[in-house]
C-alpha cells in the first residue's frame, strides 16, 4: 500500500503544471487521443502567447493614454492659471458657469411653477367675489398683488396685441384734454402711455399715482370724467356697480369704453351674450356707439353716457364667466 501511495505521488510530482492545472480545468482533454492533446497544448501556448502580448499591448496602451490625460490636465491648469492672472480675481467664468448653471434653471422653472399657481389661485378669487371682498384680500396681503400682476404681465405676453394700447391709440386719436379714469389699472400703464389726465384705480396703489379704492366706491366727484375705461378689469361678482360708479363720476356724453375678454362673451361656451350686455349697459343710462370684436382675444366695446336716463326698468345682468387660466 506504502508503496502504491508513494509510486503516485511520484507520478503526479513527475508531470508539468500546465499538464496538471489542464487536467484540472479541461478534463475532457484527458479523453482526447494523445496527439489531439499535443496540439490542443500548442494551440492553448499560442493563445497564452497572444494573449500575453495583447495585455502587454494593452498596458501600454493605457499608459499612453495616461500621459495624454495628464498632458490635458497640465495644459487646462496652464489656461487656467493664465486666465486667472490676466483677469485677476475673477472666478473661473466656465467653472461659475458650470456649477450654477443647471440648478439655477431648475430652480427658476421651480419659481416660475409656483408663481404661475399663485397667480393662477389669486385670478381665481377677483373673479369668484366682490371688489369689497377683493379689497380685503389684497389689504391682509398687499405682496400678492405684486405676485398677480407677474403673472398677469406672463399671460399678456402671449397676447399678440394688449387692449391697453388699443386704447392707448383711441385716446391719442381724441383730444388729450379728456380727462380718464382707468378702473381697474393694474401698473397705470395707461397712464403712462398717454398725455391726458388719467385717474389710475386700483385695489392696491404701488405708485402714488394710483388711487387704492374698491372700484364700486372711488373718491372721484360726480360727473368729472370724460372718459371711463375697464380694461379686462371687470372682475367682481358685482361688476354691474362697477359700471354704475363709472357712470356717476362720467360727464354728460362723456365715453365709457370697455376691454374684455373674449371667451366670457363667447354664448357657445358658456360665456354671456354680448347684446344682452350691451342692453344691460344701456339701461344703466348709455348708448351703444360701437363694436369690436375683430380682435382673437378681446372684444371692445364703446359706449356714450346719455344725456339723461329716462329708462327705469330693472336692469337684467348676464353673468359674465371667469376667465381662469389653465396650467401650462
Ligand atoms: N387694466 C390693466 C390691468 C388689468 S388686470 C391692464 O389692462 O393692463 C385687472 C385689474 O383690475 C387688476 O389690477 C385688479 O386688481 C383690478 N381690479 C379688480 N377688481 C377691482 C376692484 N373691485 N377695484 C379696483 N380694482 C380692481
Not at 508531470?15 to 484527458?30: D, G, Q, S
Not at 501556448?45 to 490635458?72: C, D, F, G, P, W
Not at 475673477?90 to 421651480?110: D, G, H, I, N, R
Request: proline share 5%; hydrophobic share 35%.
Amino acid at each position: 500500500m506504502f508503496f502504491f501511495l508513494t509510486l503516485l505521488s511520484l507520478y503526479r510530482i513527475g508531470r508539468t503544471a500546465p499538464e496538471r492545472r489542464r487536467e484540472h480545468v479541461t478534463p475532457t482533454c484527458r479523453r482526447l487521443p494523445p496527439d489531439l492533446v499535443a496540439n490542443t497544448s500548442k494551440v492553448e501556448r499560442t493563445m497564452n502567447q497572444e494573449a500575453s502580448l495583447n495585455s502587454r499591448k494593452r498596458k501600454r496602451r493605457n499608459n499612453r493614454r495616461k500621459t495624454e490625460i495628464t498632458s490635458t490636465k497640465l495644459s487646462n491648469t496652464t489656461v487656467t492659471h493664465s486666465a486667472n492672472l490676466s483677469v485677476k480675481q475673477l472666478p473661473s467664468t466656465s467653472t461659475v458657469f458650470k456649477s450654477s448653471s443647471k440648478p439655477s434653471s431648475f430652480l427658476e422653472k421651480m419659481k416660475a411653477k409656483l408663481s404661475g399657481g399663485h397667480f393662477r389661485m389669486i385670478n381665481e378669487k377677483l373673479y369668484t367675489c366682490s371688489g369689497g371682498e377683493a379689497l380685503n384680500y389684497f389689504k391682509e396681503d398687499p405682496s400678492l398683488f405684486n405676485m398677480y400682476h407677474t403673472g398677469y404681465q406672463e399671460q399678456m405676453s402671449r397676447w399678440p396685441e394688449q387692449p391697453v394700447n388699443i386704447i392707448m391709440k383711441w385716446l391719442k386719436d381724441h383730444s388729450s384734454s379728456l380727462v380718464v379714469a382707468d378702473f381697474g389699472c393694474g401698473d397705470a400703464r395707461l397712464a403712462k402711455g398717454v398725455k391726458n389726465k388719467v385717474f389710475s384705480i386700483d385695489l392696491v396703489s404701488n405708485d402714488p399715482s394710483v388711487i387704492a379704492c374698491d372700484m364700486s366706491n372711488t373718491p372721484l366727484d360726480s360727473s368729472s370724467i370724460d372718459v371711463s375705461v375697464f380694461c379686462l378689469s371687470l372682475m367682481g361678482t358685482n361688476f354691474p356697480s362697477f359700471l354704475q360708479e363709472a357712470h356717476r363720476v362720467l360727464k354728460q356724453n362723456g365715453w365709457l369704453l370697455i376691454a374684455e375678454v373674449k371667451s366670457r362673451f363667447d354664448p357657445n361656451n358658456g360665456g354671456a351674450d354680448p347684446d344682452s350686455f350691451s342692453e344691460a349697459v344701456c339701461d344703466l343710462g348709455f348708448t351703444s356707439v360701437s363694436k369690436d370684436f375683430s380682435n382673437k382675444m378681446f372684444i371692445l366695446l364703446y359706449f356714450k353716457k346719455k344725456p339723461k336716463n329716462n329708462s327705469s326698468r330693472e336692469i337684467t345682468w348676464p353673468e359674465l364667466k371667469p376667465c381662469l387660466y389653465k396650467r401650462r
